[in-house]
Each structure stands twice: as C-alpha cells, then as structure tokens.
C-alpha cells in the first residue's frame, strides 16, 4: 500500500486518515494531542486518576459518564461543575482513584480508533518513557500527531505542536524511519531549545492564551519530566507500573 509506511519500523502520519492507513501494520500506536488531551491524560493518570475518552461533546457523553461510574470534564472552561476539563491545568491536583470522563474530538475520538492495537497517551512531558515502553510491544511503531480541527468545516488542521510532540517521541525510538517520521524527528529537533517559546507562539497557543490558558501551555511545554506510560486498556488511560 502506498499509504501505510509499512517498509519502515517506526511511522507517522496525521489524524484519523494517520490511523487507518498506519494502525494495521504497527504493533502499538502513540496518540500525541499536546494542547491539551495527551498533556491531560499524563498529568491525570500520573496522579492514580483513570481517564475513559469519548469521542462527542453531545449529550451521549453524561449517559456514557453514568455507565462507567465517573466524573465528567467539560471541554474547556474556567469553571465546571466538577471543576475539571481539558484544561490540564484543571487535572493537575486530580486525586488518586478518580473516574474522569474526558470528552476530545481529537486525542479521544483517535484513541478509540486504533482496534485491538495497544494504544499509548504521548506528549512533551513523558516522550521518552512512552517511546520505551512502546518498544517493548515491537519494533513496529505508529506516532499519530492529532492535529486541531479547522472550526468553519472540522476539517484536519496539522499543529504545530503535535509534531514537535510526534517527533520527541519518534527521536526516542530505535529502527528504520519513514521519511514522515523523520521530518517529525527534524522538525522537534529545530525547535528543542525553547518548546515554551515556541508553543506560546504557535496558533494553538496563542489561541489558548488569548483565552486566558497560558498555564496550560506551559504545562504542555515540560520536557520529559514524567515516567508515566498512559495505556489505553479496558476503555480508560491508565498509569503503567
């Protein structure tokens, strides 16, 4: 197929279409939706919280949240009624043994694309532990940059962000590259000597912080601080041991 990447090892490729083509042939899949899903699911899951993702921001989502006895966070917004949303900022005192229902028409609808295949939270802050872990599933790896939607059609808009988060995790895996990996790999390289500057510059960070979420950025730009492994099993993201 000319799509899927299947003479190299380690693959990326953007987005649902990214999924599809790459999931088949990979022995694990790495989510990377930096501002803000996988920034969140790390923070949340390094705290002992368990995130189930879901895919709407409809009403299905409370009905959804009621059957798996969890919480529910809103999209974004200063307040909620649980107090937390896919602000990570809003995750960062998260307590241990908390069911959080995170709803993301990105990180979490892509999450619940990959099949039967071990699917894995990836950002800035835990690159490296995510790239080691996945290495032990096999040498097979696809790296999926989530990408932002355009809000006129939800069309694909590829952020600045999740390939720099693609390639920091790509930077940290061992085997042949495609040459989409290795762009990723380049491109996070390009810009290591300062993610905060550079995120607070991008489109999705000056969105953020126009919307009063600078802090969020600047959680998402911590570079490999965490050895959390998010893991993608029984419907929820959960911390590895």
């Known amino acids: 197929m000319i799509y899927d990447q299947s003479e190299f090892d380690l693959c990326c490729e953007w987005g649902l279409h990214g999924v599809a083509q790459l999931a088949p042939n990979s022995d694990v899949v790495v989510i990377v939706d930096i501002l803000s899903f996988t920034t969140c699911v790390e923070i949340a899951t390094n705290n002992g919280a368990i995130i189930f993702p879901y895919a709407y921001k409809d009403e299905s989502v409370v009905d959804y949240a009621k059957s798996v006895q969890a919480e529910l966070a809103s999209h974004r917004q200063r307040w909620t009624t649980t107090g937390y949303s896919l602000s990570p900022k809003s995750i960062e005192q998260i307590p241990s043994g908390t069911r959080l229902v995170l709803p993301s028409p990105n990180g979490s609808f892509l999450t619940l694309t990959t099949g039967n295949k071990p699917t894995l939270a990836g950002c800035l802050r835990n690159c490296?532990?995510?790239?080691?872990?996945?290495?032990?599933?096999?040498?097979?790896?696809?790296?999926?940059?989530?990408?932002?939607?355009?809000?006129?059609?939800?069309?694909?808009?590829?952020?600045?962000?999740?390939?720099?988060?693609?390639?920091?995790?790509?930077?940290?895996?061992?085997?042949?590259?495609?040459?989409?990996?290795?762009?990723?790999?380049?491109?996070f390289q390009a810009f290591e000597h300062d993610f905060l500057g550079y995120l607070q510059k991008c489109s999705s960070g000056k969105e953020l912080i126009a919307a009063g979420f600078e802090s969020d950025v600047e959680l998402a730009a911590a570079y490999n601080i965490s050895d959390c492994v998010p893991l993608f099993t029984d419907n929820a993201y959960v911390k590895q041991p």
């Open 128 to 187: 490296q532990a995510v790239a080691q872990f996945a290495q032990k599933y096999g040498n097979k790896i696809a790296v999926i940059p989530g990408g932002e939607r355009w809000k006129d059609d939800g069309s694909l808009r590829p952020a600045f962000e999740d390939l720099i988060g693609a390639g920091a995790i790509l930077s940290y895996l061992h085997g042949s590259l495609s040459p989409e990996a290795q762009m990723a790999v380049a491109t």
